[in-house]
């Protein structure tokens, strides 16, 4: 998963960095954060961010789930989709 985050402290709400970043599995990974306000805050915190669904399946999922919807149809099936 690629992490392209804007970073935000908690506490004072600066910016804040991403000093390292742990896979827990293939969808959740934990980002390790520093505040760059040094002098009123300097919090370090963890954020955990994951994956939850898909708006809209990738391209080449949804064309491998409709050939194999055809290639399981009747061949009389498969001609007729086809146009001949």
């Known amino acids: 998963m690629v992490i392209i985050a804007r970073v935000t402290c908690p506490n004072c709400e600066a910016k804040a960095t991403i000093t390292s970043r742990k896979k827990q ?11 760059t306000n040094t002098k009123e805050c300097g919090a370090t915190f963890r954020i955990t961010q994951s994956f939850d669904h898909f708006l809209n399946p990738p391209c080449k999922t949804t064309a491998q789930l409709a050939a194999s919807l055809i290639k399981n149809l009747p061949r009389e099936e498969q001609l007729e989709l086809i146009g001949l």
């Open 25 to 35: 599995s293939a969808h959740v990974v934990n980002l390790y954060c520093s505040c």
